[in-house]
């Protein structure tokens, strides 16, 4: 799946939102290394730079346009591409930031569990993940999938990432080796213009493997059936914005 800079940054003020709160958990006075996983265009890893001013700051991930885009944005740090799945530091470092990527890996608490290892003592891992499997945005994609032209090629078949586990399984994989653990979850209400905007956000991440699936051959005529689903779901509001519910799992741990 190829992802498009541009249209993630559609929403930039939104999608970085999260990051920030997830930012202000992290308790460290002497962070002098600090990593970006999925560091996307880079709007993620900007804000780690001006929290940690005197740090090294790189950022990671496995996308060449998300990568041209950090490097233009940031032309002074360093990006690398790599699969976080299989990444890890030369040295151990002060914080790993994981912004709304470790979602898409079914084993990422396998992952958390490495990345822990590559810590700094005291050191940070700070994770943000959509928890919105459950929301219509993304049950539309499921249900429009298996009603159409294209849905014989489906049947029988799941284009949905797998669902996050529940907090007490971060809790038990992960706190042996931690000082410190911070989960909770926020709810963000996303006030858009209409069903034809939250079509364009979810176009850049949770759509577009459905995209991807049906080919250009069926692409309009699905837009079409998600958005006729999205409008249904998401009705216009007194002032004519539609509200879109964004739930987020958020966890900050810390290693002994």
């Not at 939102?17 to 290394?33: K, Y």
């Not at 950090?70 to 740090?77: D, N, Q, S, T, Y």
């Not at 049906?214 to 007194?238: C, H, M, S, W």
Request: hydrophobic residues 45%; glycine residues 6%.
């Amino acid at each position: 799946m190829a992802w498009s800079a541009s249209q993630y940054l559609k929403f930039e003020e939104e999608r970085t939102q999260p990051a920030r709160d997830l930012l202000a958990e992290i308790r460290h006075d002497a962070v002098t290394t600090a990593v970006d996983l999925g560091c996307g265009p880079g709007n993620s890893t900007e804000l780690l730079a001006e929290r940690f001013p005197g740090a090294a700051i790189r950022g990671v991930d496995s996308d060449a346009d998300m990568l041209e885009a950090a490097r233009k944005r940031l032309p002074a740090l360093s990006f690398e591409q790599a699969d976080i799945a299989a990444w890890s530091p030369a040295q151990p470092v002060d914080v790993l930031f994981a912004n709304a990527v470790l979602q898409w890996l079914p084993d990422h608490l396998d992952v958390m569990d490495r990345l822990i290892d590559h810590l700094t003592p005291g050191g940070v891992l700070a994770v943000q993940m959509p928890d919105n499997l459950a929301e219509p945005s993304h049950k539309a994609m499921e249900a429009t999938l298996h009603d159409g032209p294209w849905a014989a090629e489906f049947e029988g078949r799941s284009l949905r990432r797998p669902s996050l586990p529940q907090p007490i399984a971060y809790y038990e994989r992960l706190s042996p080796k931690l000082a410190g653990l911070n989960l909770w979850h926020t709810v963000y209400r996303h006030p858009m213009d209409d069903a034809a905007a939250i079509v364009e956000w979810v176009k850049a991440t949770g759509l577009r493997p459905y995209l991807d699936a049906v080919g250009d051959t069926y692409r309009e005529k699905f837009l079409a059936a998600y958005q006729a689903r999205i409008a249904d779901a998401y009705p216009p509001q007194e002032d004519g914005k539609c509200l879109l519910l964004f739930p987020r799992f958020f966890l900050v741990a810390v290693k002994k």
